[in-house]
């Protein structure tokens, strides 16, 4: 039986790489490979210059030890240590005085979100704050290179995509001049920002054949209940429905959401995916108040009054909300439109109230006197 066969992989200085593929076809066998902890029968590997099949495995243990960080799967912890000392254990081992290493583990357990529980051991911690010991305990050497065997598997989505940012990263701080890690941040947003239609925009989908367009991106929300690669084709929780309804498919909600890759540079306001996901938001979302439009923040949002004007109570219709007048006057400007952004924000204005301040909602249905809606 061979877990890795006729693998050749070139991976340079400052490059992220992603291995990806369905379990047991050798992902993590190729990581253990490529960090000298295990050898394989045949082939070169060479890591930071050194051939690891000309060395003997006291060499080996150092270049581990010294070159390779590695974000273990299990994590890997030792029970008796603190969150700090787990961080220490290495340099100690190679003969550095931890009092001169302290600082350093404090401010990898700060940038991991994890100075505040520098003094718990293992078992006091949550899955996800032991896995991130385990990834600042991987950069406490300055490696070479870092290995991470699903490092963020234990994470909430947003944390995940802190400690993403902070392996591409990857202590190019410390360890570079400030051009080359500007440019080494700006390489790894690109591939990132690159990944944005993969996760969230769809084609050919009955809501875009309705509106005619060829496709759209759906609402901006972590797929908690996803059961596919990529959150467009799974599933999405639909707060404050009824139970039967509390669930839906990622690719019929959408969201103004989708304007703020324009408010923040990620895609340009005439993106023909922009164009036809302003359409779809359009024919979905937007109402004509009497101040002006409005808009909602999702289809099939559940939080707002029900449709006799009884306040909500953990269900309901969702309703038109003025601040996303708001977003779309920013999006007006950004296609370079000042004067229908003017419009909007006059809109904005007239939907706040005598004291000036805005309503989280607006009632957007036919008037309710009794209710004083």
Known sequence: MRALDHV????????????VGPSGSGKSSLLAVAGAMLTPTSGTILVDGVDL???????????????????????????????LEQLLLLPHLDGVRPATQRQRAAELLERVGMAHKADRRPHELSGGERQRVGIARALMVRPAVVLADEPTSALDQARSAEIAALLAAADFADRL??????????????????????WIYVTDTPLARRVGVAGYYVRIAPPETATAASPKDGFVPIKNRPPQESIEKASRIVSPDALALVRFGLRSADDPRILDTVRVIDALLKTDLPPGPSWHRYNDDGYGEHEDGRAFDGTGIGRCWPLLTGERAHYELAAGRPERAEALLAT??????????????????DDIPDREL
Not at 348 to 365: F, I, K, R, T, V
């Open 53 to 83: 099949g000309a060395i003997d495995d006291a060499a080996r243990t150092r270049l581990r030890r010294e070159r390779v960080g590695f974000v273990f799967q299990g994590v890997n912890l030792l029970p008796s240590l603190t969150a």
């Open 8 to 19: 050749d992989l070139h991976v340079a200085a400052g490059e992220v790489i992603a291995v």
């Open 348 to 365: 904005l204005e007239a939907s706040a109230g005598d004291g000036g301040l805005l309503p989280e909602q607006s009632w957007d249905a």
């Open 177 to 198: 001049a400030k051009p080359e890690e500007a440019a080494f941040l700006c390489e790894t947003a690109d591939i990132w920002n690159g990944l944005i239609e993969r």
